[in-house]
């Protein structure tokens, strides 16, 4: 079984920004000696993605923490866990300025303040979800990840209603604030997406 370290699963985003900070200064280093350990980095996560739905937008969101994953699954499915809930948070804020705009037809702000209150869900999902996989132990693997895969499933399906709420706005018309939104959202439920994979490859790692 793969080293499971509640040290390297990240509570914060704070430590997804260190280590981009470390991942910038090892680039600028650039040694020999240090390539092969990055490639290796890469490839797992390039291959590690290729099983997702959305396998670009995987590798483009994980690789520039590469530094931080190294090869260690546990370690790959907590920093997309916080990648999303990341942009989960930053999508429910800009909604929420925008709901506050002026112009916005009545039926786009009513599916932005429901998408809010989606997203809201989805956010305490996905934070149970990271909170779960800090206390992963190889004696209680099986129920922590049936866990974790609840919690994102659960907030996979809140921004999937969200989105369904802005294809109705779509299909009545309406400002390209609701363009941008509706691609913000997507790409959130992409990333749930992506990160629920990555929890079933864990799991399935160790069956």
């Known amino acids: 079984m793969e080293a499971i370290c509640s040290k390297h699963l990240m509570t914060s985003l704070v430590i997804i920004l260190a280590s981009s900070l470390t991942l910038s200064q090892g680039a600028k280093k650039g040694s020999d000696s240090?390539?092969?350990?990055?490639?290796?980095?890469t490839v797992f996560i390039r291959t590690s993605c290729s099983s997702t739905t959305y396998p670009r937008l995987c590798y483009s969101s994980l690789v520039k923490h590469a530094d931080l994953i190294?090869?260690?699954?546990?370690?790959?499915?907590?920093?997309?866990?916080?990648?999303?809930?990341?942009?989960?948070?930053?999508?429910?804020?800009?909604?929420?300025?925008?709901a506050k705009r002026q112009g916005l037809k009545p039926r786009e702000v009513a599916a932005m303040k429901d998408c809010v209150e989606e997203l809201a869900d989805s956010v305490d999902e996905l934070r149970r979800s990271i909170s779960e996989m800090a206390q992963l132990t190889p004696s209680n693997f099986e129920m922590t990840m049936s866990d974790v895969e609840t919690?994102?499933?659960?907030?996979?399906?809140?921004?999937?209603?969200c989105t369904d709420g802005f294809q109705e706005t779509a299909a009545a018309g309406g400002s390209n604030v609701k363009n941008t939104v509706r691609g913000q959202i997507l790409q959130v439920a992409q990333l749930t997406s992506n990160a629920l994979a990555l929890i079933n490859q864990l799991a399935n790692s160790h069956a």
Request: charged share 15%; proline share 2%; glycine share 2%.
């Open 34 to 41: 240090e390539r092969p350990y990055q490639e290796a980095s």
């Open 70 to 98: 190294q090869t260690n699954r546990v370690v790959l499915t907590g920093t997309a866990l916080n990648v999303t809930l990341a942009s989960a948070k930053s999508t429910s804020a800009m909604m929420s300025t925008l």
């Open 151 to 161: 919690w994102v499933s659960a907030a996979l399906t809140d921004e999937s209603t």
